[in-house]
């Protein structure tokens, strides 16, 4: 199975995928880990990103879509991968199609981490990473607002979406993401 996990900051997008990847058995490819990754193991690539992730601004998408489709050509995603924060932009959602439509294996299910902002705020505060000041999770916000959240209607349209609520404890919240994945596994 190929899953897109969509959500703003501190959504659960990546407590959950956790859950999901155990669940599935398959790979979690996370953008905002591996670019981390880059980060700490000082690479070009992970140097020039960590000034957009300090300022909570997107990396370009032909970084980070260049970063993807290496990922997903190793032999691990072959049965499929979790993806975790990507796409986010909709250049990054059409080039990922375009991929995956190539090699005949398109995403199967769309989640969408419903949480209030108030809630988003507490929780990132509460975590401390080094893009958790208020100024960067404000901008995290915006970028979300204006970058991200036009996905959801472009996967609505393609019969994809499927909105979870993410308050309530992690367990309350995978319980209901694994109702969603169960029932697109029952019908695939
Ligand atoms: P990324 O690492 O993806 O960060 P993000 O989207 O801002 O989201 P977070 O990782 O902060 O939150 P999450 O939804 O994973 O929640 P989590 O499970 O951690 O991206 C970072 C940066 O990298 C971006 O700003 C950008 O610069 C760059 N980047 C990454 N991908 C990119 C892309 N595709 N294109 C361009 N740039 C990209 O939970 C948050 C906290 O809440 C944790 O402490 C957790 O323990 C807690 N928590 C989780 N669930 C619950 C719950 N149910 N109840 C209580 N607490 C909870
Ligand atoms: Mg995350």
Partial sequence: ????????????????????????????????????????????????????IDAGRLVPDSVVVEIVEERIQQPDCAQGCLFDGFPRTLAQAETLDTHLADHGTPIDLVIAVDVPEDVLIARLAARGRDDDILSAIQKRFEQYQSMTKPLLEYYQSKGLLQVVDGTGTPDEVFDRIKAVVDNAVDNA
């Fill in 1 to 52: 199975m190929r899953i897109v996990f969509i959500g703003p900051p501190g959504a659960g997008k990546g407590t959950q995928s956790a859950r999901l990847v155990e669940h599935l058995e398959v790979p979690h490819l996370s953008t905002g880990d591996i670019l981390r990754q880059a980060r700490e193991d000082k690479t070009d690539v992970g140097l020039m990103a960590a000034e957009f």
